[in-house]
């Protein structure tokens, strides 16, 4: 299994060591989330971060089809692909922060199948139609990878359809990720792909310290951006025990947009205990811990099947998180 870390750029000062210092610890991928509203520009990061590196691959994770045309965000994956060296991925979902905070509705699945297909040709310098009107990037010619960002039955089956990747984001225990690569693997038959092809990314909030409260009570608030994402619009096949049914939506009710993924004394970051979810949070979506606690989860998420495990470095010093997984468990365990 290799590892990746999705950063959330506040500033480039900080951001230059971050990514400097992931490469260096045995990181394989540096994604970048596209939040424009929260944090700094998605394509100006992952061009830094290009500059900064030398072997880890970089993309966004993830963009969604509303706030950039398909042909934009070709022209700008291709000109990191070039300018790279051939590291650049696409990471693409239906949207999250970034649409929240514009008072925008995700993109319907639909829409987002006839995006990938779109941004596909178009970084492969062909023509395609697009919203009824057709547009080309005729100088792109080596599309960089897919990946589909994916959390229910149905999402996940498109992703094993259209995807190079899929980013995972429903769990981590051994059942819920069983029953996620299989869905992949459905929508992987139901197009006569290969089985197995589609590479399988599990995302993850982590924290390592040698507190295993202390590390949980500093990401409540990405615990709770986990839910509000994972959870929308259904329950349904999601594995959401019965019992926690109303507690998760009322996770979605109490959500603040406007505070996704900020550290410090938040509302977001005190939703999990108020409803008394905190627990089940940490143990379904996140590497969380002392050091052998995170080994002993990262060595699961490997024997279940996944490819990558995609890791966030969200607290008040990232280089914290960044500089223990890599020193703690990477290098014990790959």
Known sequence: MKYGVTLLPTSYDSFRKHVRLAESLGFDYIGVADSQSLFRELIVSLTVAAMETERVHIGP??????????????????SLHELSGGRAFMGIGTGDSAILNLGLRPARLAALREYVGALRSFMSGESAEYLGREGHVRWSKEPAPIMMSAEGPRTLRIAGEIADRVMIHTGLTPEILEDTVAHVRAGEWNVGKPLGSTEIWAFAKCNIADDHARAIDEI?????????????????????PEE?????????????????????????????????????????????????????????IAASGVDVLQITAISHDPSDIIRRFGKEVIAHIS
């Open 244 to 300: 926690l049914h109303e507690a998760m939506m009322a996770v979605q009710g109490e959500y603040v947009p406007a505070e996704h993924e900020q550290v410090g004394d938040t509302r977001n970051a005190a939703i999990s205990d108020e409803f008394g979810v905190t627990n089940y949070l940490a143990d379904r979506f996140a590497v969380v811990g002392t050091p052998d606690e995170c080994r002993a989860k990262a060595s699961q």
């Open 61 to 78: 994770s993830v963009s969604n089809p509303l706030t950039r045309h398909p042909a934009v965000m070709a022209s700008a994956i291709a």
């Open 220 to 240: 409540k608030m990405a615990l709770a951006a986990s839910a509000h994402h994972a959870f929308r619009f259904t329950l349904e096949g999601k594995h959401v």
